[in-house]
């Protein structure tokens, strides 16, 4: 972007307009079959997420949500995007998903959703975007350190 001095209003006006004018498209990414594909990532999980038109049915691993995300938390955090978009029921998710446990799992589960979603409708990235569902979670588990107990948790001292 060049750099450019401005001198009256009518030069910041001109300026403005520029710069809406370069404000990046986004377009609609689909593969071969019809469908939005994206990655999601959370704690040591890795969800791989596929959404299209269809009746709202969710498959995690070849399983009912209900049956994978046995707990109603979880499936409330998959259907936020969902809601946040108000497009709930209408699309159909297939997801392969490993590492991590069940909440680090769901939360790259919704976390490749909304990526996916924005895929499919790019007009939806900015609600998305508001709420905090396009940023991935940089929070992991710290390492175990050396002459410590855990991470940070030392051994109990004892003076005799």
Known sequence: ???TTLSSLADLDQAAVAAAIE???YEQKLDKYGR????????????????????????VNG???EVYFAR???RMIL???????????QYDVMVSVA?????????AVRHGLAKALTHYEPELRSPLKKEGFLTRD???????KYGKRKARRSFQFSKR
């Open 1 to 3: 972007m060049a750099e």
């Open 23 to 25: 404000a990046p498209k």
């Open 36 to 59: 939005a594909y994206a990655t999601g990532k959370r704690k040591n999980a890795v969800a791989r997420v596929w959404i299209k038109p269809g009746s709202g049915k969710i498959t």
């Open 63 to 65: 399983r009912d949500i």
């Open 72 to 74: 109603p938390v979880l």
């Open 79 to 89: 259907q936020q995007p969902f809601g946040v978009a108000k497009r709930v029921g």
């Open 99 to 107: 590492g991590g446990g069940l909440s680090g799992q769901a939360g």
């Open 138 to 144: 940089s929070r992991v588990v710290e390492r175990k």
